[in-house]
């Protein structure tokens, strides 16, 4: 079931997401929930989305790139459920990263992310995991962990001059 994406002014996408309960994770309840999760992620051409965007605090997200119009330009990376995640650069290399938001429709940004990183959580049947990944799907992550923090992309910008609307994005940035 596709899912009401929150937008930025909600209060509830400035809260710090709860732990989920390992134990709990195999309940129809939170199986189902986790199923709208990716159902409202590929409804929305997202690259991820996280719980606390339709109003759940919990630290769950979801991602996933298959040749999404939204990032014409990215490799793709297959479906991650990812639950309690953490996240610890490797190395000192940063990204100039583009990046929207379901929450924040028609505006991007650039911002600088950690180029590779360990990505550990649970995955949706509750087994732990720990992955390294880079470039757009290391961005992905780290996008995704700060909304579980109440942390948007804006937040993280360092020179505003380099915020623009999707179509100006198009026009004037894509093909740099
Ligand atoms: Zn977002």
Redesign the pocket.
Known sequence: MVLDVLKMGNPLLREKCKEVDIDTISSDNSQSFIEDLIDTMRAEN?A???AP?VGRLQRIFVMECDNNPRYPRKSSFPLNVVINPIINPLGDALVDSW??????PGLRGMLPRAAKVELAGYDRYGQPFTKVIEDFEAVVAQ??L??LNGV??LDRMDDMSYLTFQEEYVKYWLNV
């Open positions: 997202g991820g989305i996280a965007q990046e929207g938001c379901l929450s924040i996008h995704e700060d909304h948007l992309f």
